[in-house]
């Protein structure tokens, strides 16, 4: 072909320098994953298939009927070696400027950061690089040294006779060239692309192993058919021979001009049909007497890769798991397993019956979490029998906290030349959500009550996504908020129905804790638990940025109140079941830390509003609790956060920043000694003892920035905070408090500008230490560190090489 391309005139462009980075990477790390190219050929073929009929909805001149379809052909070399695979399509082809830009750089935004990434990786991550990223054309390059793609757009009524380009370029050339067809326009419409196999791919010519990757990667990856070159032998009675018509076809010289030929049973699907006449020569050769023996004849086929039809619309009875992921694979183009699906038809209600097959991807997209309320729907694919029509749903498509899903619908009654347009305001469309969402919780439902395991699997992906769900979609915020499941101070993966099955005798609030980012564990530590866990309540620990935002939405989970333990309000509610005896502690305690508490709120005024005996501590001496309208620590820490720049919240800030109680423990020999001081101090302006009550203002100070410290919030001024403690220690080892620390230091050498010269000698570097001496290098990990980190090395030989062979990925 070179040399007939000889004359041409060819045009020769830089690739764009992605395009260039991301060649090299598909050719240097998918090297075991080489097969992959035929399934992203077929899917462009697909794709421009589906374009031109797409096309044709509102530019019938584009295409009038004729079938649509992909065939493969292997052709030897003569000398045996190598060869040559084409795949063509009868799609929307390419204009040279087409060819120019679609194949010579990335539209995609985004990818250089993702080249980056796959390039910092060190080919460890091209698993992820196959999945999260259509390779698309430039897979060729893994099989081809050189690819030719001879491309022409449909005869339109602006173009009334395209001309046939042809895209060129070798795996190694940082160029590629552009120029007319020499053979002329021999495909009539579509894309032809023909990959001049590397000696080491040569096992592509053979007919069985694209047969049998086509059936493992791509037989869902078109819903037209795909047609594979195949010639067989064939032994015929030679009279035989004379009456069959598709035996004894020569092979066809210039592979371009060749149109597949169904042998097979004809179509019944006009649009499926691929029909050429081939009898004309075969006639002839019917009419030649023959001598009436057996003969061998070679027997050119195409043949349909993908016969089944559509696995949507079969007998989910009759559809394994494997051909579920497979579907999934190939039509949606993430090649990691589906964790789940639902396959179902129905009845819009509007007339309009439909099946479908809705999948619950392994992952949610990393983009969804940056901007999850800005993320629409682009994975409800809409077919209209069979064809497929739009992934557009417009304005009727899914709320944000489904936008993820992948679902497949194929609407029977629907006519097959709605455009998108008129689609829009199609009833079905808008029914169509209500009934996808509908089924997407039903398997969410479903999986929670019959596979614990998977669920969790589920959960771990999901979890967030219900929570975001109950939050946004006020229609079903029942039902999501059901399918939620939190830790709590006794178990995990709670829902709230079981929190209320657990909840104790008088009980009328859920309680809760929060602190996003905090581990479960540590939180189930704090303060405002203690008491609830030791009496054997269950409390809520949440630590996921959307917790606290679900409860404050709820409030309420089937009409019990949500009730945040940092908070004023908690009741346990047995309190009632012995009222008297608990309202006469309750006084009998106030009354006898009357002197400390009223000797505290002038201590701690300026932090809190208020200083109360409390009910919630066990062991703590005290706590900082907010009061109903006032900022938990929680809901602090993110305010200073978000209110780092702006100065906002005025008043209403200020106010709940200071609405908070100091709760002390009467229990704590701490407290109790803390008010024997108190009660010492005299009462008498004149007997004043000064000293004394510094002290215990000291004592009190750090026992309220203690207090802040163990709930969670930020001590003023930390500086302050640790002089304090520095005294009563001080105090506490009988050291003076005032006897000034020896501050005199060394004070640095005179100033000497002069840099140190190369030949000075440099002091040698350390190595560290080696336990046994074998001659192996080493990483040596601090022994504080050996949790968090491992190393693995591997010997390489002088060349670089590894000397233990291992997978490239
Ligand atoms: N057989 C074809 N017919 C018509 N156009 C094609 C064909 N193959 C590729 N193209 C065009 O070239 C572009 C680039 O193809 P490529 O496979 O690199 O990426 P893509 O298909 O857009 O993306 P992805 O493979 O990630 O889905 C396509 O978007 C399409 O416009």
């Known amino acids: 072909e070179d040399t007939d391309l000889a004359g041409a005139q060819k045009v020769k462009h830089n690739y764009q320098s992605d395009v260039a980075r991301l060649r090299k990477i598909v050719i240097d790390s998918l090297y075991s994953h080489q097969e992959i190219f035929i399934r992203e050929l077929i899917s462009n073929a697909n794709d421009a298939l589906e374009k031109l009929r797409l096309t044709a909805l509102t530019d019938k001149s584009v295409w009038n009927g004729e079938p649509l379809n992909i065939t493969i052909k292997a052709v030897k070399d003569e000398d045996g070696k190598g060869g040559r695979l084409i795949i063509s399509d009868t799609g929307i082809g390419m204009s040279p400027e087409e060819l120019t830009t679609n194949l010579g750089t990335l539209a995609k935004s985004g990818t250089s950061d993702f080249l980056a990434k796959a390039e910092g990786q060190d080919n460890t991550g091209t698993g992820n690089l196959i999945g999260a990223f259509g390779l698309g054309f430039y897979s060729s390059f893994l099989v081809a040294d050189r690819v030719y793609v001879a491309s022409v757009p449909p005869k339109s009524e602006k173009v009334p006779s395209p001309v046939q380009y042809v895209f060129s370029s070798s795996a190694d050339d940082a160029s590629f060239e552009i120029f007319p067809d020499p053979r002329g326009n021999t495909i009539g419409r579509g894309t032809e692309i023909t990959l001049h196999l590397k000696p080491d791919a040569t096992e592509y010519l053979d007919t069985t192993k694209i047969t049998e990757l086509i059936n493992k990667h791509s037989s869902y990856s078109s819903s037209f058919p795909i047609y594979l070159f195949t010639q067989r032998t064939e032994d015929v009675p030679d009279e035989d021979a004379v009456e069959e018509p598709a035996a004894t076809t020569p092979v066809a010289e210039g592979e371009a001009t060749e149109s597949p030929v169904d042998s097979e049973t004809p179509q019944k699907d006009e649009d499926e049909a691929i029909v050429e006449d081939v009898t004309a020569d075969e006639e002839k050769k019917a009419d030649e007497p023959a001598p009436p023996k057996m003969k061998s004849v070679v027997v050119d086929e195409w043949v349909q890769l993908n016969a089944q039809p559509p696995l949507w619309t079969r007998d989910p009875k009759n559809v394994t798991t494997e051909e579920y992921e497979q579907f999934y694979n190939a039509f949606f183009k993430d090649f990691t397993k589906p964790l789940a699906w639902h396959h179902f038809s129905g009845d819009s209600g509007s007339g309009v019956s439909f099946k479908a097959i809705l999948y619950l991807p392994a992952k949610i997209a990393e983009d969804y979490w940056q901007q999850p309320l800005a993320s629409k729907s682009k994975d409800i694919k809409l077919m209209v029998k069979r064809v497929f029509i739009t992934s557009d749903l417009g304005d009727d498509g899914l709320p944000k906290w489904a936008s ?287 000293e004394a009550e510094a002290e215990l203002k000291e004592i009190a100070s750090i026992l309220i920035d203690g207090a802040l410290v163990r709930s969670g919030f930020e001590v003023p001024d930390s500086n302050r905070f640790f002089s304090r403690v520095d005294r009563v220690l001080r105090r506490s080892l009988g050291v003076s408090e005032t006897a000034p620390t020896d501050e005199t230091v060394k004070p640095a050498p005179p100033v000497d500008p002069e840099l140190p010269s190369e030949d000075d000698e440099q002091p040698p570097v350390q190595m560290p230490p080696m336990d046994e001496d074998d001659g192996k290098a080493k990483v040596i990990i601090p022994e504080h560190m050996k949790k968090d980190v491992s190393i693995e090395m591997e010997e390489i030989d002088e060349d670089g090489n590894p000397v233990v062979q291992h997978d490239e990925l």
């Open 404 to 690: 993820w899903v992948k679902v497949v619908v194929d609407a029977d009654d629907l006519p097959l030349n709605v455009s998108r347009e008129t689609l829009q305001s199609n009833r079905f469309l808008k029914q169509l959500k209500g009934i996808i969402i509908k089924r997407l919780i039903q398997t969410f439902t479903k999986i929670a009550e019959e596979d614990a395991e998977k669920f969790k699997e589920i959960q771990e992906t999901y979890g967030s996504i219900f929570k975001l769900g109950a939050v946004e979609d006020l229609k079903n915020r029942d039902k999501l908020t059901s399918l939620t499941r939190f830790t709590t101070t006794q178990r995990n993966e709670t829902s709230l129905d079981q929190y209320l099955e657990n909840k104790k005798k008088g009980q009328k609030q859920i309680f809760y804790l929060a602190e996003m980012g905090k581990k479960p564990e540590d939180l189930a530590q704090s303060i405002f638990v203690e008491k609830l866990h030791a009496r054997g309540y269950e409390v809520l620990l949440l630590t996921e940025p959307l917790d606290e935002i679900l409860v404050g939405n709820l409030r309420q989970w089937k009409n019990i109140p949500f009730q945040d333990v940092a908070k004023a309000g908690l009741k346990f509610g047995d309190e009632e079941l012995d009222p008297e005896e608990e309202k006469e502690q309750q006084k009998a305690l106030t009354e006898k830390f009357k002197p400390l508490l009223d000797w505290l709120k002038v201590e701690a005024k300026d932090v809190v509003r208020d200083v109360v005996i409390s009910n919630r501590l066990v062991k703590s001496p005290c706590a900082i609790v907010a009061e109903m309208g006032g900022y938990t620590a929680n809901v602090q820490k993110m305010m200073t956060a978000s209110n780092a720049k702006g100065n906002r919240g005025g008043i209403l800030h200020d106010f709940a920043l200071k609405a908070k109680s100091l709760e002390i423990n009467p229990r704590s020999p701490l407290i109790e000694g803390l008010l024997r001081r108190v009660e010492d101090l005299p009462a008498d302006e004149d007997e004043k003892d000064e």
